[in-house]
């Protein structure tokens, strides 16, 4: 993410966070001032962590759009410093903040009344790829790790499907704080 591309990453970032919280999206401006200050922070961490962005282009049109984002944290240096819980190790490399844009999720339909054929864009998946990929450039860890909350179904797929397993789970009384329960997933760098 190169500094003038920050703020559509923002408006993506915070309209994921608004959806996945259930806010209301007079919220999203709220949203946006905390992620803003939030990106600007990460980026002084900056070769320790980066963020990647994805973009999208329909075949044969010049034209793209953002698509998707992906925070990394390669070392201890890039590390947040209030990681969520369960608390990942410090040194390892870390992935969160993985969003792609709703009406580009999973796969397009492009049924016809001649041909019906359903394309699978994959955007969520190539970033994750992507991501793995400049980990194991930037960081001779071997291992990788990231939080799903337990109700997300589908990023939760995507990662088992990409080999990270569960190493540990929030607690019940997590539900005290009037926060989900997430898992903490790790995945060996041999399997990346
Ligand atoms: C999670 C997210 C990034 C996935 O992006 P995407 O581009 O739709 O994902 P892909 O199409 O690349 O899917 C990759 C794999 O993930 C799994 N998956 C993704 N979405 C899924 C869903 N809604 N239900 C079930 N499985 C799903 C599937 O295994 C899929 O592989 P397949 O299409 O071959 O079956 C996207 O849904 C998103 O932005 N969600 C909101 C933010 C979020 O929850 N981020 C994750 C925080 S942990």
């Known amino acids: ?4 591309e920050m703020d559509m990453t ?3 970032l915070s309209e994921s966070f608004a959806e996945s919280m259930m806010m209301a999206t007079s919220y999203v401006k ?4 905390l992620v803003k200050n939030y990106l600007i922070e990460r980026r002084e961490m900056m070769p320790h962590n980066a963020t990647l962005l994805g973009v999208y282009r329909e075949n044969g049109e010049e ?14 240096k890039g590390a947040n410093a209030n990681p969520p819980t369960p608390t990942p190790p410090k040194n390892s490399p870390y992935i969160c903040n993985m969003a792609v844009r709703k009406p580009l999720r999973r796969v397009l339909n492009l049924s016809n009344h001649v041909t019906g054929y359903l394309v699978r ?3 969520g998946w190539h970033l994750l790829k992507a991501g793995e990929e400049l980990i194991t450039k930037m960081s001779s860890s071997r291992e990788v790790h990231l939080h799903c909350r337990m109700i997300d179904e589908g990023p939760f797929n995507m990662y088992t499907k990409a080999g990270y397993s569960v190493v540990k789970t929030d607690s019940i009384l997590t539900l005290l704080t009037l926060q989900r329960r ?3 997933m790790r995945k060996r760098t041999s399997c990346l």
């Open 1 to 4: 993410m190169r500094e003038e």
């Open 10 to 12: 923002v408006s993506l």
């Open 30 to 33: 709220l949203l946006e001032f």
């Open 63 to 76: 034209d793209f759009e953002l698509a998707g984002t992906v925070e990394l944290t390669f070392d201890r």
């Open 121 to 123: 864009r994959g955007i």
């Open 182 to 184: 997430r898992h903490l």
